[in-house]
């Protein structure tokens, strides 16, 4: 990731290769290097564990970010003939791990 500092990393199906129970430590070292290289990811998964795991970084590590710099997850939907994007903030992404709701 340092080759992209001050840019932009794309990563599809980023839980690809990694076991579950590593999801943790993985996500706080991309939040971790991305804030202190000044990095913007974007990162796919259907992982409900990747995205769980992401969700709790999000919060536990929102202090590494401004806040226009916050994480946020987004949710593809189908929606007539077309797709629309759902924005999770923070909050509610907190929210959906309380209570165990699918993010994904």
């Known amino acids: ?3 992209a500092k001050d840019g932009v990393v794309l990563i599809d199906e980023i839980e690809n290769g990694l076991h579950y129970s ?6 706080k070292a991309i939040f971790e290097w991305s804030a202190r290289l000044n990095v913007q990811v974007f990162a796919t ?5 990747s995205a769980h795991e992401f969700a709790k970084c999000a919060i536990s ?3 590494l970010f401004s806040e226009g710099d916050q994480a ?3 949710r593809i939907e189908r929606e007539d003939d077309g797709f ?3 924005e999770f903030d923070a909050e509610q992404i907190e929210r959906f791990v309380e209570r165990n ?4």
């Open 1 to 3: 990731m340092r080759d």
């Open 22 to 27: 590593g999801q943790e430590h993985f996500w």
């Open 45 to 49: 998964t259907h992982s409900y564990e």
């Open 61 to 63: 590590q929102a202090d």
């Open 72 to 74: 946020k997850l987004f």
């Open 84 to 86: 629309q994007a759902i």
């Open 101 to 104: 709701w699918e993010l994904r």
